[in-house]
């Protein structure tokens, strides 16, 4: 048998398990090969009995010598099995296993089975139970050498398949795939050895050192493949041309020389890469990272200022309507005595009279707006920048879209800003096909931001910290995170909020914001707070990017436990940004350990990139970029904060191939344009 083979055509598979196969979008031998075991268990002894609790969870076998089913609280069930170890002796002490509310499980389980059980042995009065165990039954047929007495693979759980019959499937799939060695998905110098093996061995591993082999070649396969496709965009994106569009930097001179302050090193050393970029045949991809507050916005009007001077219009993108109106009064206070026409889009901006983009005397040179403007019908005839801010709140498809272009146009340049700290790792597949910039140095002069978590019992003690603030001059925002779904509800529990705020903070006046506010109305608000008639403003985190206004110096955050670590660094860069200390004060109600080692992240670092690093161990990389996941690449087998140092060996060599045969003909290169081909299909397309 071929590993193309289709599994409706194997005969010896049943065909309802074809179907459940198939719900899986498994259809083929190579796909249920390649639907990798979770975790394997070693079968070849299993160990006695605990008789103590263990955070670890175990792999035990024993007998069923007794179950129960008893009611509890009403019409809820618990269904009891008692297992006894082999080899039991009077010393021996059964584990019960304990299911609740599972109906199901009482009619897999009966006495004098064999099971193995997978679970974390606890403590509950004098007996050991495990509650919720994986478990198998183990069934006395010819299959048993499949099961048992190895290290076993077990499969992500699946609707209409157990673990025994998708494990002998894939058993009986590699014992018929032909021995033929399959050829490897990888360049010589990455990885030798044979793939077929490899997928032998991942399955069914002689040992956990053949495991490691095996997973290693398929993580790199994996990795490879994703690599040669992010290289070749890159190659395709450095190969379009652009008409070189920077100015000669008088406007940018002049800008520069007119700000009150003056450019940190980091600032100095990026706007130097974009100009180069800028003055180069073929359009920039530029990533710029940098942590909140560290000035991207004037690395952005640097970049329209080139281009503007070049002659070209730039496009100015944010996610969200409050920023895109900030981002427009700044670029008006710092770039109408310049003589730069600027014009605004946004969804609630829809019937103003804007310059036009297009034609006329009055055609706007920046076009300031939210992603509203992604789906505009109008296009840019002459659009030479498009800068994204935060780009976190972008999807890679969007990112995608905002830059298509009709074939026969020169592509624009692009420069993409993030807040977001993001690990190397996810830069190299997310961002993989972008040139990184990273501001690394905060500008001087800020106040420093004390983070404190404190519990909301203590409410009282924190009101009047709040109130002493206020006395003294500054402003502060109060946060709350949203439960209800309903827009109605949103709004009503906002607004029961707000009137507790006000009444608490009163006679200082206060505010409300939040995401169902129409448009010209939050500006407004906004407005209000920025220029200090409004002391207090209540919001859900529609404040969470880029709003910047100084004299705000104290962020309380209720509920601080429903946010991830990354959202309250971002929330927290609301404050610190003038010369007075700022305070963020997390309030939570729950003090679990966990929450507690959380939010204990905040009070020791300020450095975003410390945050994210902790963020993501504690919960993985989907969260930390919150909407952009969607951006990110399934992936079957490897992993991308344990397999990091894979992936950059992946990139190096797909990055190497490019480097020496960017059109992929030489003899041992031109395997790998079909391996692209098949990327593209699949790499980015579990994007929303
Ligand atoms: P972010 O990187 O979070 O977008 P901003 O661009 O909004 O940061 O900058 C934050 C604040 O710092 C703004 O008020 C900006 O004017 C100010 N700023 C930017 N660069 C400097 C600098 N080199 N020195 C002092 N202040 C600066
Ligand atoms: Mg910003």
């Not at 700044?330 to 310059?355: D, G, N, Y």
């Amino acid at each position: 048998m071929e590993i193309s083979q289709q599994l409706q055509d194997v005969e010896w598979i049943p065909r309802p398990k074809i179907l459940a196969l198939r719900r899986l979008g498994i259809t083929t031998a190579e796909g249920l090969l390649t639907h990798f075991p979770r975790r394997h268990e070693d079968r070849h002894q299993f160990p006695k009995f605990p008789r103590e609790e263990s955070d670890k969870p175990v792999c035990l076998s024993g007998e069923v010598i007794k179950t129960s089913l008893r009611r509890f609280g009403g019409w809820k069930k618990i269904f009891e099995a008692t297992l006894q170890e082999p080899d039991a002796n009077a010393l021996s002490q059964p584990l019960t296993c304990r299911w609740f509310n599972l109906h199901y499980i009482q009619k897999m389980i009966a006495t004098g089975q064999q099971l193995v059980v997978f679970g974390k042995p606890r403590l509950r009065g004098s007996r050991i139970c495990m509650d919720h165990p994986e478990f198998e039954v183990i069934e006395n047929d010819e299959e048993r050498s499949i099961h048992l007495r190895r290290i076993t693979p077990i499969y992500p759980a699946t609707e209409g398949l157990s673990q025994r019959v998708l494990r002998s499937i894939i058993y009986r799939l590699l014992q018929e795939l032909d021995t033929e060695p399959i050829e490897p998905l990888l360049p010589k110098n990455l990885k030798n050895g044979d793939r077929g093996q490899a997928i032998r061995a991942i399955h069914f591993p002689e040992t956990w050192e053949s495991f490691e082999v095996a997973r290693e070649h398929l993580v790199l396969s994996e990795f490879f493949a994703m690599q040669m496709l992010i290289a070749s965009r890159r190659n395709e994106s450095h190969s379009k041309l652009s008409a070189a569009r920077g100015g000669r930097g008088e406007l940018l001179e002049k800008f520069l020389r007119s700000l009150p302050f003056a450019l940190t090193t980091a600032q100095e050393k990026v706007i130097a890469e974009i100009r180069h970029d800028l003055s180069v045949g073929h359009p920039m991809n530029r990533l710029l990272q940098g942590d909140v507050g560290s000035g991207k916005t004037v690395v952005a009007i640097a970049a329209i200022l080139l281009a503007v001077e070049a002659g070209h219009q730039a496009a100015f993108m944010a996610p969200t309507q409050i920023l895109a109106e900030q981002h427009y009064a700044v670029l008006r206070r710092w770039l109408e005595p310049l003589r730069v026409k600027l014009s605004i889009r946004t969804a609630a901006r829809q019937e103003e009279s804007f310059l036009p983009l297009v034609e006329g005397e009055d055609k706007a040179d920046v076009i300031i707006g939210t992603h509203a403007l992604l789906y505009e019908k109008v296009s840019f005839p002459n659009l030479g920048l498009v800068v994204i801010d935060e780009q976190h709140k972008f999807g890679v498809v969007q990112r995608a879209r905002l830059i298509r272009q009709r074939p026969d146009e020169p592509a624009p340049d692009v420069l993409v800003m993030t807040a977001t700290p993001i690990p190397r790792t996810v830069t190299m597949t997310v961002y993989g096909d972008l040139d990184v910039s990273t501001l690394d140095e905060m500008p001087g002069g800020r106040g420093k931001i004390i983070t404190a978590v404190r519990n909301s019992a203590k409410l009282g003690e924190v009101l009047s910290f709040l109130r002493a603030q206020l006395e003294a001059g500054r402003q502060i925002y109060v946060v709350y995170p949203l439960v209800e779904e309903s827009e109605k509800l949103e709004a009503k529990a906002a607004a029961v909020e707000y009137e507790r705020w006000r009444e608490r903070l009163h006679p200082w006046s206060c505010e409300l914001l939040h995401g169902r506010i129409p448009g010209p109305e939050k500006q407004e608000i906004m407005e209000r707070f920025r220029s200090g008639e409004t002391k207090a403003l209540v919001s859900t985190t529609v404040i969470e990017v880029g709003v910047d206004v100084a004299n705000a110096t104290v962020m309380l955050i209720e509920n601080a436990e429903r946010f991830g670590l990354a959202q309250l660094h971002q929330l927290r860069g609301r404050i610190g940004r003038g010369e007075h200390k700022s305070y963020c004060i997390l309030l939570t109600s729950e003090p679990s350990s966990e929450t507690a080692e959380k939010l204990a992240v905040l009070e020791k670092t300020g450095d975003g990139f410390e945050v994210a690093e902790a963020d993501w161990e504690m919960r993985g990389p989907g969260d930390l970029l919150g909407t952009a996941q969607s951006g990110l690449p399934a992936l079957k087998i490897g992993n991308l904060k344990r397999d990091a140092e894979l992936m950059q060996r992946a990139r190096r060599a797909a990055t190497s191939i490019f480097a020496s045969d960017p059109g992929l003909v030489a003899p041992q290169n031109q395997r790998f344009q079909q391996l692209i081909v098949e990327q593209q299909g699949r790499t980015f397309s579990n994007v929303s």
